[in-house]
């Protein structure tokens, strides 16, 4: 016997970034997310947080598309303005 999935095949996939952003969505910033995003609002750019940091630019970059996805935003602009209503700076 066949399973729905062999039936009736999804007209579409999620890709993979965007089931991993939904994932994210309403989860909790971790203390180096909001030290990043501190940084991120003072105007510093990846580059200068990851020498902050002591740490690689894909790092920064990293937390930062995690930060965007717990706070369900797309950009750093957005980021800020979303911490700051929610009152985590």
């Not at 066949?2 to 909790?28: D, H, V």
């Not at 180096?32 to 920064?60: D, H, Y």
């Not at 995690?66 to 700051?84: F, H, S, T």
Request: charge should be positive; glycine fraction near 6%; aromatic fraction near 8%.
């Amino acid at each position: 016997m066949r399973g729905a999935e062999e039936l009736y095949p999804p007209l579409y996939t999620l890709p993979n970034a965007i089931r991993r952003r939904l994932s994210l969505a309403g989860k909790a910033l971790t203390a180096t997310e909001l030290e990043i995003l501190r940084w991120a609002s003072n105007g510093k750019t990846v580059w200068e947080i990851s020498q902050i940091r002591a740490t690689s630019e894909a790092t920064v970059k990293f937390h930062l598309r995690n930060i965007y996805g717990k706070l369900d935003v797309n950009n750093r602009v957005q980021a800020m303005n979303e911490a700051a209503r929610r009152g985590l700076y």
